[in-house]
């Protein structure tokens, strides 16, 4: 690692270095005058400075003016700098999701500037993604809205069965997220403009986080589940054996220690049972929701504010349909996990009488 913090600098200045003569590796001079911690502080100002990733440049910063340099550069380049570094592929890795749902849910026709800065995001790296979620999307929104707002069409097209729909998502839709849009569009001091952003591209924003929202949090709940309902499989099938195996006196002792392993199996699938259960609830209901939201928008299809989420009416419920599908299949296999992992303490219980 010395190596390549010597040649840093030199990288950084454009500068080659100048050819060595013939001789031994490391001269007395050199290893008289090399400064290890001068090399450091060189190659972290360097990534203070330039480094394209921001959580990398705030943690070099940070090395620097900390009240204990040659300590805080040590830790930083030890340890702060792979922290920093795989947080900020966390942090683009998910500035770039974001990036393609706002792409998805704001098409060109309806939201160019946000639409072109999405994209410029997406092809542009780490940086401008960062610039995007951080306050591009927001001045991006704001120019379509200025556009909008001087052309006045979809002003002009609004009606009040319009403004009574968003009141009806308000209190009734099935998303959380939709349901916040909406209440924001029908806020106090709300004018006509914040009900064509509505219709324009927040409700298929925030419909597209509350598809996002359901898949992500039962998905990383049963990565917890799977991850020990394996092994107390294992342990209620080996109990259960031992208890069968067992004799006399201790076939008691052996039945009631399976018994305990099945119930623990059981306390491991009974909350994964009931949380695949409500996501196939909450998808039947998304899935209806938005065929009524299609119809309602083929009725309209003389109002310029209906057309975009037209666009992504069917989208929606057909993607909430498959999620329905899946929630299904899996609700069923946590259902008969634990129907097994009852069966078995009962009967483990039943025997050690």
């Not at 542009?124 to 951080?134: C, I, P, R, V």
């Not at 403004?163 to 569009?185: K, T």
């Not at 666009?311 to 609700?331: C, D, V």
């Amino acid at each position: 690692m010395a190596a390549a913090l010597i040649l840093a600098p030199a990288l950084v200045s454009g500068v080659s270095a100048p050819a060595r003569a013939a001789g031994p590796a490391f001269s007395a001079v050199t290893t008289t005058t090399f400064d290890q911690f001068e090399e450091d502080r060189i190659y972290v100002r360097y990534l203070a400075s330039y480094d394209p990733r921001s959580l990398v440049r705030t943690a070099a910063w940070n090395a620097l003016v900390a009240s204990n340099v040659p300590a805080a550069i040590e830790r930083f380049l030890n340890s702060g700098l792979a922290y920093a570094v795989t947080r900020s592929q966390q942090l683009a890795a998910r500035n770039a999701d974001f990036a393609r749902r706002i792409l998805a849910t704001h098409t060109a026709e309806y939201s160019p500037e946000v639409h072109a800065a999405a994209q410029y995001a997406l092809n542009s790296g780490t940086s401008a993604l960062d610039a995007f979620a951080k306050t591009g999307y927001a001045a991006a929104k704001e120019r379509d809205r200025v556009a909008r707002e001087a052309a006045g069409e979809q002003v002009a097209a609004l009606l009040e069965t319009d403004r009574l729909f968003v009141a009806h998502l308000r209190d009734y839709d099935p998303g959380a997220q939709v349901r916040a849009a909406a209440g924001y569009a029908l806020r106090v001091g709300a004018t006509d403009a914040d009900l064509v952003e509505f219709y324009a591209y927040d409700w298929a924003a925030a419909a597209a986080v509350d598809l996002q929202n359901q898949k992500v949090q039962c998905t990383n709940s049963d990565m917890v589940w799977r991850a020990k309902v394996k092994t107390l499989l294992a342990d209620a099938l080996a109990a259960q054996k031992a208890a069968e195996e067992a004799a006399d006196e201790a076939r008691e002792q052996a039945r009631a220690a399976a018994a305990r392993a099945w119930h623990a199996l059981g306390e491991q699938a009974a909350p994964a049972k009931s949380t695949w259960d409500t996501a196939v609830v909450v998808a039947e209901q998304q899935a209806a929701n938005w065929q009524e939201v299609a119809l309602a928008a083929a009725a309209a299809a003389d109002n310029p504010n209906w057309d975009s989420i037209a666009l992504s009416a069917q989208a929606n419920g057909q993607q909430w349909t498959t999620e329905q599908a899946n929630a299904a299949k899996q609700a069923a296999y946590w259902t008969a996990l634990y129907e097994m992992a009852l069966a078995g303490e009962l009967d483990m219980q039943a025997g050690a009488r």
